[in-house]
């Protein structure tokens, strides 16, 4: 076995091993948290929680809100409208549904389309129209150019 002479102790070449190689692990991870330190200036970047997301108008598309321009605010279309179904479900495609939402005197209409959402106007027989809308509160039907293509169901 070879002793080393460091200053008045003497120290096994075993032990000089040990002491080598925790001083190079103690230096490896000193140096790890370095650029950390430097980037650092203690600002937290705050990032916003998951599903937090708002469009312009305030609404929380993730928690199934929509803007409403009847209500002037976002609702849940599914919990306050009245879905409409296709009259003819295409086999193998998934049903996509509209909605209707009327206003508190029923003077008005907000029809709510995959894409856009159109504002229909109570006329005087009671149904609603806009220009190739239009939708028959009774039946709970609408109509698109003359044609039956939604319905709801009537209770």
Known sequence: MAFVLL???IINSFTMKKLILIAICFVGLSSCDKPAKMAGNNIK????????????????????????????????IFNEGLRLNPVEAQKN??????????????????????HNTIMLTKSDQGIYQNDNYEYDSEKSVLYVNGIKKYEGNVE
């Open 7 to 9: 200053g008045n102790i």
């Open 45 to 76: 970047e705050e990032k916003p929680a998951v599903g937090s997301e708002k469009d312009s108008h305030g609404c929380i598309a993730t928690a199934g809100q929509t803007w409403s321009e009847l209500k002037k605010d976002c609702i849940q």
């Open 93 to 114: 495609n998934s049903v996509i549904s509209i909605f209707v939402l009327l206003n508190d005197d029923r003077s008005k209409l907000e029809l709510f389309l995959p």
